[in-house]
């Protein structure tokens, strides 16, 4: 029956702990006032037989009941035969006290009818409501009505209803029973049970209810039933609210009764049991199948007349409300008086409202984040703890508080070891070693109701109301690679609800692995992030080639770029450390990178620089600026040279990483050799490809025109051949400093000594010879060596001089005078003869020369003078003619005479 039969089959409300056959109706035996109506439902055997002394907490595992408390025995067998019966200390203990103002005892005695000896209390669900017309209630006056009454607030047990019902077995049977039965919200317990100072643990929260069951043994006398809800905020003087008393609430099927009660009472049906008498209904001593130790009998011997005392109570239409309750204390009292004494209890858990706690750790960046990774390594991103609070609930109660996350840098096996502390006897309920490193706490409103538990059936068809409800916690960034990290959640009910936890679970994080990718850009650093074009070469081409198209050129100003790209939105933090060395792969010499030492890292050859954000994966940083000029040797075209970037982290975030090498070909420049032949003083006009006449000085010059940014240095090398191949070297090659030429940075120019072609046709036959230059640049840091290439072999020829030669001709003339035959000599007193030249060729006009000559011995006189034809160029090709006049001066013996014009006439070639 429900509560005494109206609605049927959920409790044997019958004086006796047996789970009886259902009978038929048939009238009432001899008077009693027990009809035969349908028996039905659980029983405390069903319930001890399901479940034992210590039950499940889950509900509906104990028969149809929503929770229940287990037998719970009043004392606690030690090793030696020996028991711990604990007690409320003699007249300091009532029910109108906090529960912390209970003083309790494990020595001395009490009265024998107050020992109780087992305890025990269940709640049921009412499936069916009330049928009779006459069990209405009236919620204002709390009084059961007829369903016509227009008080009335329907059904005196509806659906969804809450009956509490209790149940004990007494030591000894003297005298009246008054029996309290508290349901609290909270945890009450007892602690130092075999110490020498036990006490209660828990304490009364508002809205406890105290059922008190009277059961007088005055013949006829039926039991009352007092309702009290612990109301101090309403009146502290006066903490129980009065909510019902019926002191004719006799469990005898017929219903209408908020609650009833009832004892296994000796009752004379006149037969006995061989009349035919179902055996729940044979009323007086009753054998019970857990221990039981009556007065003056033997362990598990029966239960006596009124030693068994069972009752139940609407719960719900006396709160007018659902209500969780988690612990249970049974007591028993002096009277049913509110100040009465307080003599024995036993206590335990009532599980109506069970709350428990399983948690999972989420990586809150996974595809799917309702995966549980606790007790797992995960990368120290964000991840939060999930707090899936399991619980029971009667009607549609759902938990409502607060979860606590605690994060603490410890194992879980640390913080438990720190929790279970004990302080004299006491769980030291503070975790006081360790200091959370983050701590959340989230209301439950805010939390995500999976399941109420409604849809849920049990084994029995009873709606087991088991449902669930997550809370989350927020993201945690806050965990350290390497270290164990444990989660401490604990769910603080307002007030409905039991908390529930401390539960733990570890996670340890490991350090992230960055990946580092590297660029080489032109051009002046200028720290943290810009965007830049590649210019590394990976890979070498092999063989390298020069010149080749993916080189940069020596003299160019480049550094290099890392990103640091890390994961879970935790930037990198930490340093690049750049390393250049002098070949391909990064490996060998290590170049001058930081002459300066301007980053403090004690090394030349390493650049060290503190990555800067760029978003929340990423950091970057660049090296130092690197000048190229001067890096390839005299001799070499091109060199590869190579970086490589470390990144240190700062922090334990992430593992160290490193970029791979890259390789960067620089080159020199290749320049364009220009050559010229120049005659001495001339440094302007080429006359290599002429013909020259010899005696001429003449020098080579070489111009080198190039596109690098700097003047040229290095020598340029002369040969000077005595042929026209260069084939010939004429002395030895000859080195000349490469100087500027004044023009665009980039060009330079040589010049030869001076060589003079006076000797140069010495023995030779012919009238000419050749000779030739071929000129070659060294090169230098910034260009590569060259040839002359315009031309490659400078030709110039060396001839002979052609002399002026002039033909003339020569006339003499000579006069010889003789005598007349006399003998007189022509020469005797006078022998001159004079000459008059004239140029033309008629002795006409004046004489061109005169000239007197003595005649000779031989009477002959010779013109000195001789008239020369040809002497002008202008002559040549033409006639001339010259005449001369020849006198004799006469003397003493002969006249003077003039001979005769003599005319010469020339034609010249």
Not at 48 to 62: K, L, T, V, Y
Not at 200 to 226: A, K, M, T
Not at 429 to 437: E, K, Y
Not at 760 to 775: E, P, Q
Request: proline content about 5%; aromatic content about 8%; some cysteine.
């Amino acid at each position: 029956m429900a509560v005494d039969g109206d609605p049927p089959e959920i409790f044997e409300f019958d004086g006796d702990v047996t789970d009886n056959v259902v009978v038929g109706d048939e009238p009432p035996v001899n008077g009693s006032q027990i009809p035969m109506v349908h028996l039905g439902g659980d029983d405390w055997s069903l319930l001890f037989d399901e479940c034992g002394r210590i039950p499940s907490s889950n509900a509906g595992d104990c028969g149809t009941s929503q929770a229940f408390t287990g037998i719970v025995q009043d004392y606690d067998f030690l090793g030696d035969d020996s028991f711990i019966d604990l007690k409320f200390t003699k007249g300091s203990s009532k029910d109108e006290q906090f529960v912390g103002d209970w003083e309790i005892t494990n020595s001395g005695g009490q009265p024998d009818k107050n020992d109780i000896t087992n305890g025990y209390a269940a709640a049921y669900e009412v499936t069916n409501p009330s049928v009779d017309p006459n069990h209405c209630w009236d919620a204002d006056t709390k009084a059961v009505v007829p369903c016509s009454d227009p008080s009335s607030d329907g059904p005196l047990h509806e659906a969804g209803d809450l009956i509490f019902t209790v149940g004990a077995d007494r030591y000894a049977v003297q005298g009246d029973a008054t029996l309290g039965a508290w349901f609290f919200q909270g945890d009450v317990g007892v602690t130092g049970a075999d110490t020498d100072n036990p006490q209660f643990v828990g304490e009364h929260v508002i809205g406890d209810l105290l059922l008190i069951f009277n059961f007088p043994q005055s013949s006829g006398s039926d039991p009352e039933i007092i309702i009290y809800e612990w109301r101090p905020d309403l009146d502290p003087s006066s903490p129980l609210l009065l909510l019902y008393d019926d002191v004719a609430a006799k469990c005898d099927g017929l219903g209408g009764k908020l609650g009833c009660g009832i004892s296994n009472e000796a009752i004379d049906f006149g037969k006995g049991q061989d009349a035919g008498i179902p055996i729940g209904y044979q009323i007086g001593p009753i054998t019970v199948p857990w221990d039981y130790l009556p007065k003056g009998g033997v362990l598990n011997g029966p239960v006596p007349a009124t030693g068994f005392n069972e009752g139940a109570v609407n719960v719900t239409k006396a709160l007018g409300e659902q209500r969780c309750f988690t612990s249970f204390l049974l007591e028993t009292r002096s009277s049913e008086s509110v100040s009465a004494t307080l003599k024995d209890f036993v206590v335990g858990k009532f599980p109506l409202c069970n709350t428990s706690l399983s948690t999972e750790i989420h990586d809150a960046e996974a595809a799917d984040t309702y995966v549980d990774i606790q007790s797992t390594e995960v990368a120290p991103g964000d991840v939060h703890d999930a707090a899936y609070l399991i619980f029971t609930a009667p009607g549609d109660l759902l938990p409502s508080g607060e979860v606590k996350f605690e994060l603490f840098e410890a194992t879980c096996e640390d913080l438990v070891a720190d929790y279970n502390n004990l302080v004299d006897g006491v769980p030291d309920m503070s975790i006081d070693d360790f200091t959370a490193v983050a701590t959340h706490t989230e209301d439950t409103d805010n939390g995500t109701l999976i399941t109420d538990g409604s849809d849920v059936d049990d084994l029995n068809g009873n709606a087991s109301r088991v449902g669930q409800l997550r809370v989350q916690s927020p993201n945690d960034d806050t965990l350290e690679p390497g270290t164990a990290y444990a989660y401490w959640v604990n769910f603080t009910s307002d007030g409905d609800f039991p908390d529930a936890g401390p539960h733990c679970e570890e996670i340890t994080a490991f350090q992230l692995t960055p990946t580092v990718v590297t660029e080489i850009h032109e051009g002046t650093s200028v720290g943290g992030n810009h965007s830049g074009t590649d210019i590394q070469d990976n890979p070498v081409p092999n063989p390298l080639t020069f010149p080749w198209a993916g080189a940069q050129k020596v003299g160019t100003l480049i550094h290099d770029k890392a990103f640091v790209t890390g994961d879970k939105s935790i930037t990198p933090a930490g340093d690049i450390v750049f390393r250049l060395y002098g070949q391909e792969g990064c490996t060998g010499e290590l170049l001058t990178l930081d002459p300066g030492d301007s980053d403090g890292d004690g090394s030349a050859t390493t650049n060290t620089v503190n990555v800067t954000a760029v978003n929340d994966d990423d950091s970057a940083a660049e090296s130092l600026t690197f000048d190229t000029a001067g890096l390839i040797p005299m001799g070499s075209n091109n060199r590869v040279i190579s970086f490589k970037a470390t990144y240190t982290p700062s922090t334990n975030a992430y593992t160290g990483a490193s970029a791979a090498c890259e390789n960067i070909v620089i080159e020199k420049y290749v320049p364009k050799l220009v050559t010229h032949i120049h005659a001495d003083g001339d440094h302007a006009t080429d006359i290599q490809d002429t013909e020259q006449l010899v005696g001429i000085s003449i020098h080579d010059q070489a111009v080198l025109t190039g596109d690098a940014p700097f003047n040229p240095a290095g020598t340029v090398t002369f040969q000077l051949y005595s042929d026209g191949t260069c084939t010939t070297a004429n002395g030895a090659a000859e080195d000349v400093t490469m100087t500027a030429d004044g023009g665009d940075s980039g060009d330079g120019k040589a010049e030869s000594s001076s060589f003079d072609t006076t000797s140069y046709l010495v023995g030779i036959v012919g009238s000419n010879r050749k000779l030739s230059y071929t000129a070659s640049y060294g090169g230098d840091s910034y260009y590569v060596a060259v040839d002359a290439t315009e031309p490659a072999c400078e030709v110039l020829t060396i001839k002979k001089r052609t002399p002026t030669i002039y033909t003339q001709v020569k006339i003499e003339d000579t006069a010889v005078v003789g005598g007349d035959g006399s003998g007189l000599s022509v020469t005797s007193g006078g022998n001159e003869v004079t000459f008059k030249i004239f140029a033309n060729g008629s002795c006409s006009g004046d004489p061109a020369a005169t000239e007197t000559e003595n005649l000779t011995a031989g009477l002959l006189a010779v013109l000195s003078q001789t008239a020369t034809i040809g002497d002008n160029a202008g002559e040549r090709g033409t006639t001339t003619s010259v005449s001369y006049l020849a006198t004799y001066n006469g003397n003493q013996y002969y006249d003077s005479k003039t001979h005769g014009c003599e005319i010469v006439s020339v034609t010249l070639p």
